[in-house]
């Protein structure tokens, strides 16, 4: 959902964590917190209290972190990604299953997608607190395909980040990489089935897959 769908990372997540940090004068850079996208917020927290050091009220950031995305999410839209909308189009057109696998808990997570319109589009929607173990792990992915009934094989993953690309591997899915700001490695985007900067040409993929196909 974040950084895929709705452009959260940069407009909300990014955005505070720097004057959240700011304000409370332990800045904390752009680059830093990009690498924490896709990350639950427990192993968010661990990594932003390793890397400012014991001085850093992690609490106090947390709670004004958390305070600010409750007002953004009830309060200022969030926009949707280039293409995305497209995309869901596409794919609803066309029957496909969509399901929402996202690190973002359940509340925050239904806000957002019904702020942006899209909340209907998905057949079924997963979120971190419905988990035990967040991505990197491979639970939430396997979760959405237990759902479904389907196997690994039948399934496509869009991902933005490296802790998303893992899971989707790790469960054997093939996966789309969708690049923007979050953090990535080589690997995953040799490993990906598809490495792109657009999410239009996930259109492109399924209609070259299902050319032929009857009502496609």
Request: hydrophobic share 40%; aromatic share 8%; glycine share 8%.
């Amino acid at each position: 959902m974040d950084g895929l769908l709705l452009d959260s990372e940069r407009q909300m997540y990014s955005k505070l964590g720097m004057e959240v940090s700011a304000k409370l004068g332990y800045p904390i850079d752009l680059a830093f917190l990009t690498s924490l996208m896709g990350n639950d917020w427990g192993l968010y927290e661990k990594m932003v209290a390793e890397y400012k050091g014991p001085d850093f009220p992690i609490k106090e950031y947390m709670r004004q972190m958390h305070e600010g995305i409750a007002y953004t999410i009830a309060n200022v839209p969030i926009p949707m990604m280039p293409g995305a909308k497209e995309v869901l189009d596409y794919c609803k057109e066309n029957k496909y299953l969509m399901a929402i696998a996202t690190s973002t808990h359940k509340k925050e997570a239904y806000q957002c997608l019904t702020n942006a319109g899209i909340l209907d589009y998905f057949d079924y929607i997963v979120t971190g607190d419905q988990v035990k173990r967040g991505k990197p792990d491979p639970e939430i992915y396997l979760n959405v395909l237990e759902h479904f009934g389907v196997s690994a094989d039948d399934a496509l993953v869009l991902e933005d980040g490296h802790n998303g690309s893992q899971a989707a591997f790790k469960a054997g899915c093939r996966l789309a990489i969708v690049e923007d700001l979050a953090k990535l490695t080589d690997e995953d985007r040799q490993k990906a089935y598809l490495h792109t900067h657009d999410i239009r040409d996930v259109i492109d993929l399924l209609r070259r897959e299902n050319e032929g196909a009857a009502g496609l």
